[in-house]
T-cell receptor
């Protein structure tokens, strides 16, 4: 089945120690997104790629970076995780961007714990 | 903030009852979408309603949209224990083409 896969499901890292979360998709969608979701809150968009075109949200901290080496894979790098970065990180894809009414397909997320 | 708000924050019902969740938003939109999230999992798309539509059905789901009031509702009929989840509305904003999620409603359906 075509899907969005996130690895690992759970990640523990130490304060200040760089960590990378990965996402892959078999849907061949053009757009990939990273959302941050803290407990009982709405998912918050960090950035998205339209093909290779990177789009950062204005309020996404510089501590967060992303790479998309090809259509199928996208990575979230947190350079120096703080305690406030503990959250569920959700990867999503869509066939196109914006007003073409293309719904998002989400992975099951990676829950990041910072100790 | 462009974020939508959902009401109620939490809802508990018995199996077989209907569940209604409401979403309000602040800016002009292209469409509004509803997603479900089971505990500890990703979001699953349920239904999309365009800004020029007023009502849409999908199985046991019924969504309405009132753009003059900037509000939407999701009705789940004949609820089941498996419907227990958090439900989020998300609005595709007209000016930015960004999908912004609301605060969610936690639904608990008791057998």
């Amino acid at each position: 089945d075509a899907m969005v896969i996130q690895n690992p499901r759970y990640q523990v890292t130490q304060f200040g120690k760089p960590v990378t979360l990965s996402c892959s998709q078999t849907l061949n969608h053009n757009v990939m997104y990273w959302y941050q979701q803290k407990s009982s809150q709405a998912p918050k968009l960090l950035f998205h790629y339209y093909d290779k075109d990177f789009n950062n949200e204005a309020d996404t901290p510089d501590n967060f970076q992303s790479r998309r080496p090809n259509t199928s894979f996208c990575f979230l790098d947190i350079r120096s995780p703080g305690l406030g970065d503990a959250a569920m990180y959700l990867c999503a894809t869509s066939r196109v961007w914006g007003r073409n009414n293309s719904p998002l397909h989400f992975g099951n997320g990676t829950r990041l714990t910072v100790t | 903030s462009q974020q939508g708000e959902e009401d109620p924050q939490a809802l508990s019902i018995q199996e077989g009852e209907n569940a209604t969740m409401n979403c309000s938003y602040k800016t002009s939109i292209n469409n509004l979408q509803w997603y479900r999230q089971n505990s500890g999992r990703g979001l699953v798309h349920l239904i999309l309603i365009r800004s020029n539509e007023r009502e849409k059905h999908s199985g046991r789901l019924r969504v309405t949209l009132d753009t003059s009031k900037k509000s939407s509702s999701l009705l789940i009929t004949a609820s089941r224990a498996a419907d227990t989840a958090s439900y989020f509305c998300a609005t595709l904003h007209y000016n930015t083409d960004k999908l912004i999620f609301g605060t969610g409603t936690r639904l608990q359906v008791f057998p």
